[in-house]
Nanobody
Framework: QVQLVESGGGLVQAGGSLRLSCAASGIIFNNYAMGWYRQAPGKQRELVAR???????IYADPVKGRFTISRDNAKNTVYLQMNSLKPEDTAVYYCNTYPPLGNWGLGTQVTVSL
């Protein structure tokens, strides 16, 4: 059973940066593409970025050029570097496999103020 622990969120001013981390266990990490997802208040959860074991990536249009997803297969960890943050990036951020398995972690709150 996959377990996912996200960290690194916080309160930041617009234009600032944050780096999120997600530690995964209970799966053979190398076998899975991993994704970062987010859910803003009143909205559905959406994919932000995805990275395959090979390192190939895709990004949602709103974050292209600002966010970078990476992974360390030796540490079973996936990262999301977020730069030039905007208030509309405010959400709870989750990681999961891509496509997602049934379990979700608690997420990490990112709040971007004006």
């Amino acid at each position: 059973q996959v377990q996912l622990v996200e960290s690194g969120g916080g309160l930041v001013q617009a234009g600032g940066s944050l780096r999120l981390s997600c530690a995964a266990s209970g799966i053979i990490f190398n076998n899975y593409a991993m994704g970062w997802y987010r859910q803003a208040p009143g909205k559905q959860r959406e994919l932000v970025a995805r990275i395959r074991s090979s390192g190939s990536t895709i990004y949602a249009d709103p974050v292209k050029g600002r966010f970078t997803i990476s992974r360390d297969n030796a540490k079973n960890t996936v990262y999301l570097q977020m730069n030039s943050l905007k208030p509309e990036d405010t959400a709870v951020y989750y990681c999961n496999t891509y496509p997602p398995l049934g379990n979700w972690g608690l997420g990490t709150q990112v709040t971007v103020s004006l």
